[in-house]
Structure formats: structure tokens, C-alpha cells
Antibody, heavy 122, light 106 residues
Framework: EVQLVESGGGLVQPGRSLRLSCAAS????????VHWVRQTPEKGLEWLSG????????GYADSVKGRFNISRDNAKNSLYLHMNSLRPEDTAFYYC???????????????WGQGTLVTVSS | SYELTQAPSVSVSPGQTASITCSGD??????VCWYQQRPGQSPVLVIY???KRPSRIPDRFSGSNSGNTATLTISETQVMDEADYYC?????????FGGGTRLSVL
């Protein structure tokens, strides 16, 4: 059974940093791209970043480019999102999602984690 | 930037057919997928590559995509189908989601 389990969310002050993790199991992690998607009631689902199976190709949404960094450790079956200079508008539920291709571009997200809540507030 | 537009809500009676649309410029030239999100749960892929269904999704769910509109069709709609539905496509190496449609079954 495919499982994606996010962790690392919580309350953080504006301007601070936070690192999210996603532990994957139930599939060959280093065969597939993985992504981060966030959700708020106001903006709905928003794709943030994706990383190819071998970390060679990475993409970011304009809204987080330069502030967020995605990385993966295939030896640990883990995906990470390093979030810097956090803003109140970054408050959201953050999901990791498995791509159905090895490259991060194209395809769909065939499995999602349960999400982790990040709240940016003073 | 590319946009996908969905109606905020759709209502259907149990047993009837629900159609949820997603519109975008020349959307028919892109691959569209659809996600179902029940309250308090994570999104679930129900249609990919416009019309393909993951094996765990019932065949009541179908999709099409042509021109500027993609459509998710749910036949013999059940109360358990009540959820938010999001379309998704790729544009310029970025993912675009529609705003979501809340399907009410009543």
C-alpha cells in the first residue's frame, strides 16, 4: 500500500524558516517524481514544487521561487521542503504527492499524503 | 498565467448523472486530470489523461476533453460522491488547478 506521511508543520513566526518532511513507502520511491501542494479555503489547491526521480529536474511555482527549496533523499525514501522567509499568506495545509512519471513535468498525482498544517503568525 | 475555471457548485439528485466542467484556453490540447476531495480528506485521483480511470475508481466516473472544456461525468451519482472536485493540467512546466466544484447530492 502506497503511503505518504508528512511531518514538520506547526506554528512559526513571519520571516522564520521551517522544514517539512514526507516519508514514502509502498512503492519504489526512486522511480517517481514527487511534489508539494498546499491548500487553503481561499485559494484552493496550489502546486508549489516538484522534483524528478533523480533530483536532476526541479520546478517551482512563481509564488515560492527563491524562498522554498525542494529536495529528496532516495536512500531514506523521503521528500523535503525547506521554507524560508515565511509569510502569513503561506499559512496552509501542505501535502506531498506522488507523480506518476519519473520526471516532475507532466502527468498526475496518483497518491497524496494526509497533509500537515503550517500556520505563519506572530 | 494559465487559468482553469470551474463552477463553484453543482447539484444532482441521487441516481442521476452529474457533469462538472473545467474550462481553459485550448484545454483540449493538454492532458487533464481530476481529483475528488471529500470533507476532511486528502485529494484522490479519479481521472487522468483526460479519460483514464485508476483501477480503484468505479466506472461511474468518466472524463472527456475537447476544445476549451474538459468534463468529468459521474453517472448513477451516489451520496458518497458528494465532494469537491478539482481539475488539473500542466502549462509551461507548472501545474495549474481549477478552483474546484462542490458537488451536492440531494
Amino acid at each position: 500500500e502506497v503511503q505518504l506521511v508528512e511531518s514538520g508543520g506547526g506554528l512559526v513566526q513571519p520571516g522564520r524558516s521551517l522544514r517539512l518532511s514526507c516519508a514514502a513507502s509502498g512503492f519504489t520511491f526512486d522511480d517517481y517524481a514527487v511534489h508539494w501542494v498546499r491548500q487553503t479555503p481561499e485559494k484552493g489547491l496550489e502546486w508549489l514544487s516538484g522534483i524528478s526521480w533523480d533530483s536532476a529536474n526541479i520546478g517551482y511555482a512563481d509564488s515560492v521561487k527563491g524562498r522554498f527549496n525542494i529536495s529528496r533523499d532516495n536512500a531514506k525514501n523521503s521528500l523535503y521542503l525547506h521554507m524560508n522567509s515565511l509569510r502569513p499568506e503561506d499559512t496552509a495545509f501542505y501535502y506531498c504527492a506522488k507523480g506518476d512519471y519519473g520526471d516532475y513535468v507532466g502527468g498526475s498525482f496518483d497518491y497524496w499524503g494526509q497533509g500537515t498544517l503550517v500556520t505563519v503568525s506572530s | 498565467s494559465y487559468e482553469l475555471t470551474q463552477a463553484p457548485s453543482v447539484s444532482v439528485s441521487p441516481g442521476q448523472t452529474a457533469s462538472i466542467t473545467c474550462s481553459g484556453d485550448k484545454l483540449g490540447e493538454k492532458d487533464v486530470c481530476w481529483y475528488q476531495q471529500r470533507p476532511g480528506q486528502s485529494p484522490v485521483l479519479v481521472i487522468y489523461q483526460n479519460m483514464k480511470r485508476p483501477s480503484r475508481i468505479p466506472d461511474r466516473f468518466s472524463g472527456s476533453n475537447s476544445g476549451n472544456t474538459a468534463t468529468l461525468t459521474i453517472s448513477e451519482t451516489q451520496v458518497m460522491d458528494e465532494a469537491d472536485y478539482y481539475c488539473q493540467a500542466w502549462d509551461s512546466s507548472s501545474v495549474v488547478f481549477g478552483g474546484g466544484t462542490r458537488l451536492s447530492v440531494l
